[in-house]
């Protein structure tokens, strides 16, 4: 699914910005040994979280959902479809992460049943990704937990985990570009083999729903980090997940990757393009287990060094699209402009004209690599 970009589309920062970018990605790809930038594959999707659904959520699934912030300007949050909309026809984007904490689709009841007020809004949400057409991950953001429990491991029961994918998929079930995001960065897991059973629960709910033939993420232990999938024994677990019939089709590893020194997303400088520690090893690891990932998190201050690191890092995804089949960046939507990984466009009200942040001027944007 290639990505159409027209010359023709309007700049909104200096030229010279992308140039000198452009040229330090051209002296790193003579670095791996490819001459030309044209040898890049363009990969499949690039995306941005749009968060705000999650808000109040935190790593031990505790979702206090009276913070929760909507990023939809009818429900008095910021204007997530604008943003959406500017990404996808200003910058080419095609993919977007919609994050939503499971307390708030069934307000505070373990279980499946959707609670109407609140999952009208979210549903909102995906249409509205949906109407710019992209692609719209559902992502149920709870650590593979429920208040401080974990799922089939003391927490909430893998039938309760399937009952709220069964509703969700139910929804979506005639939606082509609706992804399924079995779950956000589960960490600390004691047994990945009983975890893979869970996300195997989840899957066969989705695809027994009818959501037969839509992506649906899977993700391992570690944050669901790109370092280590391939060797935390999570990976291996979850390369045995199955839709109902016995196949994997549709069946993509799910990762995340952050740039900063402790890999957690929360510092304004890079220090690593990840290649080494990271995005060569998986790539091995999925080539040789015949599987892609999506890498659904990843992102880096509005600063040199992040913008240096990820074009490094999106060049080399570039290199393996064959298994990595594109980035989400982190993020959009609910944050405040001064957010430290902000990717959160600004519109200037009078001209309704867009301005991106600096990374995604300079590296995430498929503008920002015209080949
Ligand atoms: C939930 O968030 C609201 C708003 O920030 C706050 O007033 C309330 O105390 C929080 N509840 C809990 C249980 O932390
Ligand atoms: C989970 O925590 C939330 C917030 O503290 C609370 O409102 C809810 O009742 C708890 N749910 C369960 C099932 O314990
Ligand atoms: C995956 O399935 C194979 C075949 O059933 C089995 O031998 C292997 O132990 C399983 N691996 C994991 C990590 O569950
Ligand atoms: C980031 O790196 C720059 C350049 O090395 C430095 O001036 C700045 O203080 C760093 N910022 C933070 C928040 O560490
Ligand atoms: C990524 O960093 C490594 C050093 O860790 C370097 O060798 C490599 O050239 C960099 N990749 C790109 C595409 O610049
Ligand atoms: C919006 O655009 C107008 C016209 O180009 C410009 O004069 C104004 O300064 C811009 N506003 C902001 C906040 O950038």
């Given at each position: 699914?290639?990505?159409?970009?027209s010359?023709?589309?309007?700049?909104t920062s200096?030229?010279?910005?992308?140039?000198?970018?452009?040229?330090?990605?051209?002296?790193?790809?003579?670095?791996v040994?490819?001459?030309a930038?044209?040898s890049?594959?363009?990969?499949?999707?690039h995306g941005?979280?749009?968060a705000?659904?999650?808000?109040?959520?935190?790593t031990?699934?505790?979702?206090n959902?009276?913070?929760?912030?909507p990023?939809l300007?009818?429900?008095?949050?910021?204007?997530?479809y604008?943003?959406m909309?500017?990404f996808?026809?200003n910058?080419?984007?095609?993919?977007?992460?919609?994050?939503?904490g499971?307390?708030y689709?069934?307000?505070?009841?373990?279980?499946?049943v959707l609670?109407?007020a609140?999952f009208?809004?979210?549903?909102t949400?995906?249409?509205?990704c949906?109407?710019?057409?992209a692609?719209?991950?559902?992502?149920?953001?709870?650590?593979?937990?429920?208040?401080g429990?974990?799922?089939?491991?003391?927490g909430?029961t893998?039938?309760q985990?399937?009952a709220i994918?069964?509703?969700?998929?139910s929804?979506?079930?005639y939606?082509?570009?609706?992804?399924?995001g079995v779950?956000n960065?589960?960490?600390?897991i004691?047994?990945?083999i009983?975890?893979?059973g869970s996300?195997?629960?989840a899957v066969?709910?989705?695809?027994t729903a009818?959501?037969t033939?839509?992506?649906v993420?899977?993700?391992?232990?570690?944050?669901?980090?790109?370092?280590?999938?391939w060797?935390?024994?999570?990976?291996?677990a979850?390369?045995n997940?199955?839709?109902?019939a016995?196949?994997?089709?549709?069946?993509?590893?799910?990762?995340?990757k952050?740039?900063?020194?402790d890999?957690?997303?929360t510092?304004?400088?890079?220090?690593?393009?990840?290649t080494?520690?990271?995005?060569?090893?998986?790539?091995?690891?999925?080539?040789?287990?015949?599987?892609?990932?999506?890498?659904?998190?990843?992102?880096g201050g509005?600063?040199?060094?992040?913008?240096?690191y990820?074009?490094q890092?999106?060049?080399?995804?570039?290199?393996?699209?064959?298994?990595?089949?594109?980035?989400?960046g982190?993020?959009?939507g609910?944050f405040a402009?001064?957010?430290?990984?902000s990717?959160v466009p600004?519109?200037n009200?009078?001209?309704?004209?867009?301005?991106?942040?600096?990374?995604v001027?300079a590296?995430?944007s498929?503008?920002?690599f015209v080949?």
């Amino acid at each position: 699914m290639h990505i159409l970009l027209s010359s023709t589309l309007p700049r909104t920062s200096p030229t010279n910005t992308f140039l000198s970018v452009k040229m330090k990605l051209l002296s790193s790809l003579a670095v791996v040994g490819l001459s030309a930038a044209s040898s890049l594959a363009q990969l499949a999707f690039h995306g941005v979280n749009i968060a705000g659904f999650d808000f109040g959520c935190a790593t031990d699934g505790y979702c206090n959902t009276t913070q929760a912030a909507p990023p939809l300007l009818q429900y008095g949050g910021s204007d997530g479809y604008g943003q959406m909309l500017h990404f996808v026809q200003n910058d080419g984007y095609n993919i977007f992460r919609l994050p939503v904490g499971w307390q708030y689709l069934t307000n505070n009841v373990l279980g499946g049943v959707l609670y109407p007020a609140n999952f009208e809004k979210y549903y909102t949400l995906v249409q509205t990704c949906l109407s710019t057409g992209a692609y719209c991950i559902v992502d149920i953001h709870n650590y593979a937990r429920w208040n401080g429990t974990i799922i089939g491991q003391g927490g909430p029961t893998n039938e309760q985990f399937a009952a709220i994918w069964y509703s969700l998929a139910s929804q979506f079930k005639y939606e082509s570009r609706v992804v399924f995001g079995v779950m956000n960065e589960p960490h600390d897991i004691p047994d990945v083999i009983l975890w893979a059973g869970s996300v195997q629960a989840a899957v066969t709910a989705i695809r027994t729903a009818g959501a037969t033939s839509q992506l649906v993420l899977l993700p391992g232990n570690d944050w669901t980090s790109a370092a280590t999938i391939w060797s935390d024994g999570s990976g291996a677990a979850l390369l045995n997940v199955t839709n109902p019939a016995g196949d994997k089709t549709g069946l993509i590893i799910d990762v995340h990757k952050y740039l900063d020194y402790d890999n957690s997303g929360t510092h304004a400088n890079c220090t690593t393009n990840n290649t080494v520690a990271a995005w060569e090893p998986l790539s091995a690891w999925l080539r040789a287990n015949g599987r892609q990932a999506l890498n659904t998190e990843t992102g880096g201050g509005n600063t040199a060094s992040c913008v240096e690191y990820l074009c490094q890092q999106r060049a080399y995804q570039q290199l393996n699209a064959d298994v990595i089949l594109g980035y989400v960046g982190w993020a959009a939507g609910g944050f405040a402009t001064d957010y430290v990984l902000s990717e959160v466009p600004v519109k200037n009200t009078t001209t309704g004209y867009w301005t991106d942040t600096w990374t995604v001027e300079a590296c995430l944007s498929p503008r920002a690599f015209v080949y």
